[in-house]
């Protein structure tokens, strides 16, 4: 229930405002449901606010999502109260996630991030077993056409500086 105002049928081209209920969303062979949103969805971008009330995603996000370029940016502010990551299949493993999130940043995988990424007031869960994580920050940019990540928490500090891959790493 509720409103969408556009025109378009296709991804590409949609143009929307809404205001309303979604019944059901299918990604990564998961089906969400209890989703709200209010926004404007233009051309693979979503500028407004998201929230979710499932069994295993109980989340609310504020900002843009930007799918229209080859990879996508994402500039949010998000509080998570539950995410269980493996019926989500987004990880094999049994983790659960709950925290704030307030992400600036372009990619899709580890290697091409690109931007800031700040996770506070969190608990990352294995197997019923919590861990807190007070705060993360990961800052990624190019410095004199050299990539520089910088990591920072409490219990963790980093930089590396240079041509590399983490997923290699």
Do not use: C
Request: net charge negative; no cysteine; charged share 25%.
């Amino acid at each position: 229930a509720g409103q969408v105002k556009g025109r378009g049928l296709k991804w590409k081209t949609i143009s929307a405002d809404m205001d309303g209920n979604i019944d059901h969303l299918v990604y990564n062979n998961y089906r969400y449901e209890n989703i709200k949103a209010k926004g404007s969805l233009s051309k693979k971008i979503f500028n407004g606010d998201f929230s979710i009330r499932d069994t295993n995603a109980v989340a609310s996000l504020h900002g843009i999502v930007d799918l229209s370029g080859k990879v996508p940016s994402f500039n949010f502010l998000a509080d998570v109260d539950t995410l269980n990551l493996k019926p989500l299949n987004i990880l094999k493993d049994n983790f659960s996630f709950a925290g704030k999130l307030d992400f600036n940043f372009t990619g899709d995988n580890i290697d091409n991030f690109l931007g800031n990424a700040s996770i506070r007031n969190a608990t990352v869960t294995k197997d019923g077993k919590s861990i807190p994580l007070d705060s993360l920050v990961i800052n990624s940019e190019f410095i004199d056409g050299a990539k520089h990540l910088t990591v920072r928490s409490p219990e963790v500090e980093g930089d590396i500086t240079g041509d590399f891959s983490l997923k290699d790493l």
